[in-house]
């Protein structure tokens, strides 16, 4: 399929492509400063990152993420060539060692690359990876996902989860997605999203705004991060709103999967 040019002129406060101002949570930054501010969030909260995950999600984010390896189709491939896999803003690796696991289990040789913009959160992944009980076809690279060190066409699979929301150029992100991916490869993204109920949104924001942060002040210290999370969820596009713009990148027949009410969203396309 040919890719749609979506790099024209046009001014998107949510992508900050103006080059001037973008989203920071609910707070206007300067466009040039939101990576490192999203590096100083990720840098706090590294070392209590998945502790944290289970206890704001209740445990749901593990529903979610055998949800995406699910999409992965990786039980179905015995006896083929050894699939590449890239997840993205891939952290503390939780998406690369289900995948990794699957991938075992359904005999699909398959290596997977975390690439994240963070050290620390990879850091704490490579020692997840050290302590782990089996060899995991794993590495870790630091990077940036508008700008991936991976050549054209290389990846078979490309994984992004609850990542995409914090990149400053989300259309770059995308655009690199098709670029490293093999005509042929499956794009998966998992992410927060908007709950379609009214009511359920106003228990959802409730929780969030007056529950994460004082948690992760508790747990971690500091629950300035956790403030910028929830904020940033709002910010977020709607599940439609995002599908266009997987679309607008060039993938085809994008598929949306909400979960848990809309909580949370798979969007998934293929690079054809
Ligand atoms: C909420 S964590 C998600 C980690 C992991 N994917 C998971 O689901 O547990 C978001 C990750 O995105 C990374 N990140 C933020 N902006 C990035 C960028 N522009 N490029 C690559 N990684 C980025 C952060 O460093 C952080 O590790």
New binding site residues.
Partial sequence: MEKSDNSGPSISPLTGRDGTLTDFGFRQVPTADK?AL??DV?DAVAARYDLM?DLMSAGLHRVW?RRLVELLFLRRNPGRDTLHMA??????G??AFRAARAAHRGATPIQIQV????TE?LRVGKNRAITARDALPVSFTT????HLPLADNSMDIYTV???IR???HRAA?LDEAWRVLKPGGRFVCLEFSNIPSDILTRVYDSYSFRVIPPLGQLVTGDGDPYQYLVESIRKFPRADTFADEVTAAGFSRVAVERLSGGVAALHSGWKV
């Fill in positions: 990576q999203v590096r990720f995950n993420k997840d993205i803003a891939g952290g503390t939780d998406i690439i994240d913009a963070n959160m990077g940036n996902a508008e989860a609850f990542g914090n990149v400053t992100a």
